[in-house]
C-alpha cells in the first residue's frame, strides 16, 4: 500500500491498560511499552493523526477494586482514572523517545503534569501532528475508559475508532477456551448490540453508531496490524452503520 494515501486521516487509539503490562500482569512493564509505542510510531509516520485513550485496567477496575476494599465505588472508579493519568505518562515518554511529539490531555485537572482536556486545543494539536494522550477517562465516575473513546472519537470527528486487544477480532465464542469459534469480518452496530458481542461496552458502540463513527477491532499484539488497518487493510473485526 506504500504511496497510497492512508485509509483514515485522523484516528482515535483505544489501549486498555493491559497493552502495558505483560498477559495477566500488573503495572507497566518495558516490553510492552516499547512495543505499543513502536506501533503507534508507525501509524503516525504515515502522516496520520493520532489521538490515545488509555485505560486503567492494568493497576485498577472501578467495580471490582471498590468491592475489594469495601470502598464507594465512585471514589475507586477516581482512583482509576488516576492509574490512567500513570499509563499517559509512560506511553508519553515511550512515544518522546522515538521522536514523536506528544501532548498529554487529562480529564481531571493536574496542571503541574499535564494539559487538561479542551476540545479546540485538542484538534489543534492533531492538526499539528502531536499525539495526543487522553487520560483521565471522561473525568467522571461509573463509566469505563471505552465510552471515553466513543466520546473522544465522536467530538474530534475522528474517521475511525481503533480498539486495541489481544486477539485478531471478535469472535462468536471467546477463541481462548472454543478453539473453533469463529471471527466476524464485518458487523454492524445493531448486531454488536443485539447479540451482545463484547466489542466495547454498550455505551460506547451506541455513541459511535449515533454520531457515525466505525469501529476496528484488532490485535495490539500482532506487529504492523494497526499500521496495516489505518492503510485500508480489512484486518480485524469491522463494526459500521
Ligand atoms: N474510569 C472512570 N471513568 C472514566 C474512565 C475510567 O471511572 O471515564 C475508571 C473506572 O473505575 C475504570 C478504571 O477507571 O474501571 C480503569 O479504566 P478501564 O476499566 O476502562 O480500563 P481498561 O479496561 O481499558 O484497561
Not at 465505588?73 to 512515544?95: H, I, S
Not at 487529562?106 to 495526543?132: D, G, M, N, P
Not at 486477539?167 to 469480518?185: E, I, L, N, S, W
Amino acid at each position: 500500500m506504500s504511496g497510497d494515501r492512508p485509509k483514515y486521516q485522523r484516528v482515535l487509539l483505544k489501549i486498555s491498560g493491559e497493552g502495558f503490562c505483560e498477559p495477566g500482569g500488573f503495572g507497566i512493564a518495558r516490553e510492552p511499552l516499547d512495543r505499543v509505542a513502536a506501533e503507534i510510531a508507525e501509524v503516525a509516520a504515515l502522516g496520520v493523526q493520532v489521538a490515545i485513550v488509555v485505560g486503567g485496567g492494568n493497576f485498577i477496575r472501578g467495580v471490582t477494586f471498590a468491592q475489594d476494599l469495601n470502598i464507594e465505588e465512585a471514589t475507586a472508579d477516581y482512583m482509576g482514572m488516576l492509574c490512567t493519568v500513570l499509563n499517559a505518562m509512560a506511553l508519553q515518554e515511550a512515544l518522546e523517545s522515538r521522536g514523536l511529539t506528544t501532548r498529554v490531555q487529562s480529564a481531571l485537572t493536574i496542571s503541574r503534569v499535564c494539559e487538561s482536556f479542551i476540545r479546540r486545543r485538542a484538534i489543534r494539536h492533531l492538526e499539528k501532528q502531536r499525539v495526543i494522550i487522553f487520560a483521565a477517562g471522561t473525568g467522571n465516575p461509573h463509566v469505563t475508559t471505552d465510552s471515553c473513546a466513543a466520546l473522544r472519537a465522536a467530538e474530534l470527528n475522528c474517521d475511525v475508532l481503533l480498539k486495541a486487544t489481544k486477539v485478531d477480532g471478535v469472535y462468536d465464542a471467546d477463541p481462548k477456551t472454543h478453539p473453533d469459534a469463529t471471527m466476524f469480518r464485518n458487523l454492524t452496530f445493531k448486531e454488536v448490540i443485539d447479540r451482545r458481542l463484547k466489542v466495547m461496552d454498550v455505551a460506547a458502540v451506541d455513541m459511535c453508531e449515533r454520531h457515525n463513527v466505525p469501529i476496528t477491532v484488532f490485535n495490539l499484539f500482532a506487529a504492523g496490524t494497526m499500521k496495516r488497518v489505518v492503510e485500508g487493510e480489512p484486518l480485524g473485526t469491522h463494526v459500521h452503520a
